[in-house]
């Protein structure tokens, strides 16, 4: 709220014999301008000076009158609010999602009618287990909440990129949660689940079996939020006008496909940038590189739910999309950064049970669990039962309700009336045509404390999951084993995951305890339900069997030096930009360097703060001298060790190989692409479509 100029008296004060300064010298006072407002306090009155606070004499003590100095502080020691137990870290951002097909035979959900037509969108992704402030890269499951905003109310699917979990019923989550996050006695490790509490819980609770197989896989370490996929989990139901009703998962497909990193380089990114993801998110949607997704939905009914092998309410099984294809309904694209992220980011509240006409809950015993938490939760973060009247949570629609008062109530109903009947005709009414009415399923049987039987099949998709994997994947997830339990330091846990995995794939146990170096190998753990074996291995839960569908979204680095060569330096910024990367110049200084035709390039980063686990690919060209300069910076060699290691693609020109020398580095084998003339640089970026040169992987790990 603008006011209207103040003028302000800046001279300093007498006071005695002394001349006191204002502020430290006078000098840090900003006073308001025509086109500054002016500061004022929380009730709107101005404020002269903003330095200082109220004191009896220039060195006497402050005094309690000072309204505008306890105002300040009062609200600031009131600024944070009890972060999330889970999902603490996360990042949000706004858009819209488009629907491309309808599928009102499946459902009235009126976002589910109208090809065209769209809706705002908020989406907030997390890892789970580490706190607010811990790194992105962490090895975790990312949460993946969407709030659509739609004419009947808004929607929330709050998914994971992950499309099971690791318990089946909500009564184990908070064991679940306390077993993953830091052990309580010594508080961590943080943001990890290799400690012994975690492994320890899973190892005593099979059914996480094949949750333990995905999140050992490279899902769990994400190239950025902009290449993940997203998943419902749950079986939910669609319920059309004539009150039929289909189950459905719904699914989340990146446009740029799907991408991981490897596990080192996310070791190092979290040093690098903990903000990696965060930082990605916000400077795609600020570059207009707009990250989407379409919806899948796979639908099926009550027979295929008979003859489907597993329990269709169990949140530890999928259906592969082979048996039912995801078919594409809409679009959901992130074009705007929140303006404020406490404001947005921090204070949406995600609820399960937040749902609309049409679309309805199944009795999946995780979800039926979630409906209570999350409503709860809210109260305690946001501390009133009127979080809803905060922006980023109201909804778009037209809302009215004789709900009133609580902390920070902001629409209280009006008139005399706040409650329904009511004589003076004031207020809503219930719709009963076109309100929410729950799916009429027959329910009835004992009180029980019981799991359905087919739940107690914990391995099978485990070990189709594993089958579904290329050899560079399951290498991969036999790696995140070793490593992780390594890090356990009680032999029992170890030995007991290893019991479980020999029901899972029995060279995938070898292997890990192999790597772990232990002397015998476990007996197999009873299973409490055989498994079924030959299941059809699913390309689509491969990461590396899906090719990807563009170069777009990917990161160049060019590590350059002065007198770096004028003609590849350009060809290699424009043919990247072409192809839709991002491209960032790493230079010895930040003010960049002069190249070969004395023409100044800016650097985006110092070679210190830019190593090469921040890019796809990266470029180095060099000068002679800037060769033998950087040949003896660390940081440098750390680039080229660390691209060759990472198994990305390099290309360089011959200037540069000093500096591999120095890093031990012989850039010699298909990843590598030397560069002497600008057409070198169109097959470089034609290799860099697969992203990573596996082959090399295997030459550099030994154990
Ligand atoms: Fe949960 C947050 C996803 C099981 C209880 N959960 C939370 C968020 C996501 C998920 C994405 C972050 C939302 C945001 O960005 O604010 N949770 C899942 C998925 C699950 C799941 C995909 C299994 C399929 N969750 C689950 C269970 C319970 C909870 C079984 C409790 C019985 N989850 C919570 C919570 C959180 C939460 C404690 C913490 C903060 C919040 O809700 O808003 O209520």
Redesign the pocket.
Known sequence: MDQPNQAHDMTDVTYGEAKVLRGSGGETHQTATESTPVLTTQQGVPVADDQNSLRAGARGPTLLEDFHFREKIFHFDHERIPE?????R?Y?AHGFFELTDSLAEYTKADIFQRPGERVEAFV???T?AGNKGSPDLARD?R???VKLYTKQGNWDL???NIPV?F?QD??K??DF?HATKQEPDRAFPQAQTAHDNFWDFVSLTPESTHMLLWIMSDRTIPRSFRFMEG????TFRLVNAEGKSSFVKFHWKPKLGVQSVVWNEAVKINGADPDFHRRDLWNSIAAGDFPEWELGVQIFDEAFVEKFPFDVLD?TKIIPEEDVPVRRVGRLVLDRNVDNFFQETEQ?????QNIVPGIDFTNDP??Q??N???L???LK?LGSPNFTHIPVNAPRCPFAHFQQDGHMAMHNPKGRANYEPNSWGLGPREAPKTGYTSYPEPVEGPKLRVRPELFADHYSQATQFYQSQTEIEQTHIKNAFVFELSKVETLAIRERVVSHLRNVDETLALQVADGLGLETLPDAAPPARKPITGLKPSQALSILANPLPTLAGRKLGVLVSDGAPSELLEAVMDLARTEGLMVEVVAPKIGGITCSAGKRVPAQQKVNGGPSVLYDAVVVLLSDQGAQMLAKEATARDFVTDAWAHAKFIAFNAAAQPLFQAACVTPDDDGCTELASPGDVTKFLQKCSAVRFWPREATVQAV
């Open positions: 999330r137990v889970v999902h603490a996360g949000g907030r992704f997390s789970v499951v949460g993946f909440a709050v998914g994971n979990f318990i909500a009564i989550f908070p949660v998943f419902g989990v749950h949140a949406v509240a995600f609820c399960t995780l979800l669990g979630r209570f938490s999350y709860d939760t809210q973060r």
